[in-house]
């Protein structure tokens, strides 16, 4: 499935506003993120890939009220 057509599906019209889906981290963050990629033995950008995978999974499975909790105290963290 092409971005354009996920985009159409979602309600993100033609020329309208994109967002920037790069992350943006901090110097703590970012290091705990080439450790772990480190010890896994794998890329950077997959292990970041797979922990977003794996906190959509936990929204899904888990009350999403928790989970939003949960993200809004790490937010408030930084």
């Known amino acids: 499935m092409s971005k ?3 985009k ?6 033609p020329g309208g506003h994109e967002y920037d ?3 943006r981290y901090d110097a703590n963050t970012y290091i705990e993120i080439l450790n772990l990629s ?3 033995d794998i890329k950077p950008n997959v ?5 977003t995978k794996l ?10 009220e928790t989970v939003i909790k949960s993200i809004i105290r790490i937010q408030q963290q930084n």
Do not use: A, D, N, T
Request: hydrophobic residues 45%.
């Open 4 to 6: 354009e057509l996920i």
């Open 8 to 13: 159409e599906v979602i309600g993100i019209l």
């Open 21 to 23: 889906m790069r992350p």
């Open 38 to 40: 480190k010890e896994m």
């Open 47 to 51: 292990l970041l890939r797979l922990l």
């Open 55 to 64: 906190q959509l999974e936990r929204l899904r499975e888990e009350s999403r």
